[in-house]
């Protein structure tokens, strides 16, 4: 690997971001107009099934599921390939451009939420659920909620980008993010030790940090459970399994998913809890 020399000033180059050069750019606000579908539910999701975008429907089953009849949601699919988030309607809805976004317009006036650790929160306290009562076990799931956000991004844009994504494998990225991954797999795994899940009973922050590093060493990430020896954190395999054995986790894994081998786990769009038995995308290419 040639040694690399800053420029003095940095430009940009769009070719050199690799498989998904064309979801960043070093500006923001929106591209293009268009204005976002609204659907017949006060919860309107704007998202991809990504991990990010996977807490979030997951949270929105797990509410239905315990009879939550205000947390019925339409979700509507954002194409991050396709520059979608880009969109004059997603920006106002979330300046960032990034996956997941909601709209709740129940209220007097709708109020915008982004960022997937805010929606959960967001959801969590409107409903009541899913975050303990007891402070201190509510202030155990903040901080894991907290420590999902902060240390995900080196698991994806550092490990999965360099590992997966890049147009070259260069060494030194992969063993540094590869070693950060394994430290963050060790935190979780010692917790799990003890515990059943992160805050005393199922919450927000389990439903968080199982939509990354749950999916990961399931083998549902980057292909890399083999490189990562995953079967070693044997609590963490443990506390995944039985989250993802749970109904509402795999439905909300179906929604605004757009890629992966099984049309039947597809549900591009979600307006209807019948949708999942009638709408994905192997009963829409019989159609």
């Known amino acids: 690997m040639a040694e690399y020399t800053p420029p003095k000033v940095w430009t940009w180059d769009a070719e050199s971001g690799g498989k998904f050069a064309s979801i960043n750019r070093p500006i923001a606000g929106p591209t293009h107009d268009k204005e976002l579908s609204v659907g017949k539910h006060p919860l309107q999701l704007y998202s991809l099934a990504t991990p990010n975008g996977v807490k979030v ?9 315990l009879g939550h009849e205000g947390a019925e949601y339409d979700a509507w699919l ?3 390939g396709e520059g979608e988030q880009f969109g004059s309607g997603f920006v106002a809805v979330n300046p960032n451009s990034k996956i997941p976004a909601l709209m709740d317009h129940s209220g007097d006036e709708p109020q ?5 650790g805010s ?16 402070p201190g076990q509510r202030a155990e799931a903040m901080s894991w909620l907290f420590w999902q956000m902060g240390s995900a991004p080196y698991l994806g844009g550092g490990f999965g980008h360099f590992y997966a994504y890049a147009p070259e494998k260069f060494e030194y990225p992969i063993n540094r993010f590869a070693m950060e991954t394994k430290r963050q797999l060790d935190v979780l795994d010692r917790h799990l030790a003890e515990n059943d899940y992160f805050a005393g009973e199922y919450s927000i922050a389990d439903m968080a940090i ?18 990562l020896d995953v079967a070693s954190y ?12 749970r109904p509402a ?6 929604v605004n998913k757009a890629f992966g081998d099984d049309p039947s786990k597809q549900l591009l769009e979600r307006h209807d809890a019948s949708d ?3 709408r994905t995308q192997d009963k829409i290419a019989k159609d």
């Open 57 to 65: 429907t997951i949270l929105l089953e797990e509410l239905l599921a």
């Open 78 to 80: 954002i194409n991050i």
């Open 112 to 116: 915008r939420v982004f960022e997937s």
């Open 119 to 134: 929606i959960m929160l967001y959801l969590a306290e409107k409903f009541g659920a899913f975050l303990p009562a007891d």
């Open 210 to 227: 199982w939509a990354w590093y749950g999916q990961l060493v399931l083998g549902r990430l980057y292909s890399a459970a083999e490189f």
């Open 234 to 245: 044997k609590n963490v395999l443990r506390w995944a399994e039985a989250i993802d054995a």
């Open 249 to 254: 986790v795999s439905r909300g894994r179906m």
């Open 276 to 278: 999942f038995e009638t």
